[in-house]
C-alpha cells in the first residue's frame, strides 16, 4: 500500500531533550515536507527538501533540522525542544512535478513539557 | 510568496444540505494547482478535490465540487447532500508550478464544517 509512515504518533518529552520524529514514504516521491500545524494557523512549513542531500528553509526552520540520506526517509529533528514546539506535526511527500498532491502521514501530536 | 485565504473559520450546515467553503489566493503566477484537503477528527490529511489553473471546466468529485474563477482567484468547495462524515476541518491548498523551489505548497487556516442531523 502506498503510504506516508510517521512515528510516533504521541510524543511527550521535558524542554531540552533532544528527539526525532520519522518519516518514510513507499511511493519514489523526490519532494518530502514537515509541516506543523496550531489553530487559526494552518498548516505552516518547516522545511522541505526536492530530493536527496538537497533540503532547505519553510517558513519556520527555526529549532527544527532536517536531513535526506536516502530518497525514503525525511526524519524531523528537534535538537533542544521548547514549549512553543508543542504542535500537531505533520509529514508530506509528493511528486514535484505535474500537480501531483501531497501525501501526508497522519500525524505526531508533540507536548514539550 | 502566495498567499491563501479561508476567510470562514467555522460554518455549519443542516444534514442533507448544501454548503460552500470560500477559498481566496493571491499569485503572480498562470499556471499553477489548487487543491482541497479534509482533516476529520482522526487528524489524517485526505485529498477531497484538485483543480488545475489551465482547465476553466470545474473539477467534481461525487458531492464535492468546486466553483474556481480565475480572474477573482478564487476557489470555493461545494458539499452537496451533507454528511455525517462530512464534518471536519477543511484546508484549501495551492500549489506553485516554479520548479526551483520544489513546487512548493501553501495552505489557507482552514474552516471547521459541522454537520448539524
Known amino acids: 500500500e502506498a503510504q506516508v509512515t510517521q512515528n510516533p504518533r504521541y510524543l511527550i518529552t521535558v524542554t531540552g531533550k533532544k528527539l526525532t520524529v520519522t518519516c518514510s514514504q513507499n511511493m519514489n516521491h523526490e519532494y518530502m515536507s514537515w509541516y506543523r500545524q496550531d489553530p487559526g494557523l494552518g498548516l505552516r512549513q518547516i522545511y522541505y527538501?526536492?530530493?536527496?542531500?538537497?533540503?532547505d528553509k519553510g517558513d519556520v526552520p527555526e529549532g527544527y533540522k532536517v536531513s535526506r540520506k536516502e530518497k525514503r526517509n525525511f526524519p524531523l529533528i528537534l535538537e533542544s525542544p521548547s514549549p512553543n514546539q508543542t504542535s500537531l506535526y505533520f509529514c508530506?511527500?509528493?511528486?514535484?512535478?505535474?500537480?501531483?498532491?501531497?501525501?501526508f502521514g497522519n500525524g505526531t501530536r508533540l507536548t514539550v513539557t | 510568496a502566495q498567499t491563501v485565504t479561508q476567510s470562514q473559520p467555522e460554518m455549519s450546515v443542516q444534514e442533507a444540505e448544501t454548503v460552500t467553503l470560500s477559498c481566496t489566493y493571491d499569485t503572480s503566477e498562470s499556471d499553477y494547482y489548487l487543491f482541497w484537503y479534509k482533516q476529520p477528527p482522526s487528524r489524517q490529511m485526505i485529498l477531497v478535490i484538485r483543480q488545475e489553473a489551465y482547465k476553466q471546466q470545474n473539477a467534481t468529485e461525487n458531492r464535492f465540487s468546486v466553483n474556481f474563477q480565475k480572474a477573482a482567484k478564487s476557489f470555493s468547495l461545494k458539499i452537496s447532500d451533507s454528511q455525517l462524515g462530512d464534518a471536519a476541518m477543511y484546508f484549501c491548498?495551492?500549489?506553485?508550478?516554479?520548479?526551483?523551489?520544489?513546487?512548493?505548497?501553501?495552505f489557507g487556516t482552514g474552516t471547521s464544517l459541522t454537520v448539524i442531523p
Open positions: 508530506a511527500s509528493s511528486l514535484y512535478r505535474d500537480g501531483s498532491p501531497l501525501h
Open positions: 527538501s526536492m530530493n536527496v542531500e538537497v533540503t
Open positions: 491548498a495551492y500549489r506553485s508550478t516554479i520548479t526551483n523551489t520544489g513546487n512548493q505548497f501553501y
